[in-house]
């Protein structure tokens, strides 16, 4: 799946702080913090940042930077999902913002635990919560139906396989590690690592993974709301800055930037649909953005990373704060 005890290295940080383009003084969001990669680098651009994630762990060591204590202080914290930024940032009295990063998806401290179950490069307990709380990977592939899991794998891993793999779920429960569910996906797909010569194909178990991982933290559900609370936060000339991993996540943020700008409006059940009399609330987005080579060979998670960025009109949020 992705390499293990890779440190972590964030993806595209100069072209997320160059999008976002951090003046000393300005107010951004991490709505990602994880291991703190961006709020780093816009600290010493001289930003104040809110930092959201609903890890404890990276809120823990968050509140160990000097930031975090300084007068005045220029680290804010939140312990909560980013889909809640806009009643957050409410709640400490900031009304708009300069700059927002999202960062979808998985972080790699998470990932490099294997007690957290989010890979299966090292076996661990089958959990995926981001949270650390609430139903885990483990509760739902052994408790809900074969019909659900397949939908599951079909949506969120875009596994055309998914109910030969659903059912074979089924019948190997109960799971209870990542090694134990890797090793079921394989059997039903016929996998065989060690069969071909040369690089080995991609392994099958990633999709299924992927779509467990995003069912058990909503995770579309979060970014379609924190999608929607940027555009209520930022501030008129304000920067939004999303970094996604996979096609759902990258397909819902452009589709997003689309109607926003005045393009066609979103099929998606997950977004707001553009009102055709409402002016736009983003300027036309320009083109994605992806690793380069080099950091391609410093960084191999971020080989399926893509930076899309928007910035804010003065038009009214087409969804009331």
């Known amino acids: 799946m992705i390499e ?5 290295i964030p993806v595209l940080l100069d072209e997320v702080v160059a999008a976002l383009d951090p003046a000393p003084g300005s107010v951004i969001i991490d709505a990602t913090f994880g291991a703190g990669g961006y709020t780093r680098a816009l600290l010493d651009r001289g930003a104040t940042v809110h930092a959201f ?5 990276a809120i823990a060591k968050g509140r160990e930077w000097p930031e975090h204590s300084a007068e005045p202080q220029r680290l804010v914290l ?7 930024m806009a009643e957050a940032m409410q709640e400490v009295g900031v009304a708009q913002v300069d700059g927002i990063a999202l960062d979808l998806g998985v972080s790699s401290m998470q990932l490099d635990q294997a007690e957290r179950g989010f890979a299966f490069s090292a076996d661990g307990p089958l959990d995926m919560r981001m949270s650390q709380s609430g139903t ?15 939908d599951v794998l079909y949506q969120y891993g875009e596994e055309r396989q998914s109910r030969r793999v659903a059912r074979a779920i ?6 209870h590690t990542t090694a134990d569910l890797a090793a079921v996906v394989r059997r039903a797909l016929g996998y065989r690592p060690h069969s071909n010569q040369g690089r080995a194909p991609k392994d099958p178990a990633t999709r299924s993974f992927q779509a467990i991982r995003i069912h058990v933290n909503g995770e579309l559900d979060e970014m379609a709301n924190a999608l929607t609370a940027s555009e ?30 005045g393009g066609q409006s979103t099929t998606s059940r997950h977004m707001p649909e553009r009102l055709d009399d409402h002016l736009p609330t983003f300027e036309k987005p320009g083109k994605a953005i992806k690793p380069t080579q080099g950091e391609l060979d410093l960084n191999p998670r971020s080989r399926s990373a893509i930076l899309r960025e928007g910035t804010r009109t003065g038009a009214p949020a087409r969804v009331a704060a």
Not at 53 to 57: K, V
Not at 78 to 84: G, K, L, M, N, V
């Open 4 to 8: 293990a005890n890779t440190p972590h």
């Open 53 to 57: 994630d609903r890890d404890p762990d």
């Open 78 to 84: 939140h312990p909560r999902r980013f889909s809640e």
């Open 136 to 150: 885990s990977a483990a509760d739902f592939v052994n408790d809900a139906g074969e019909g659900q899991i397949a």
């Open 170 to 175: 089924v019948a190997a429960r109960p799971l």
């Open 232 to 261: 209520q936060m930022l501030r008129a000339g304000g920067k939004l800055a999303v970094v996604s991993f996979h096609s759902l996540e990258d397909r819902m943020v452009k589709r997003f930037l689309r109607a926003a700008s």
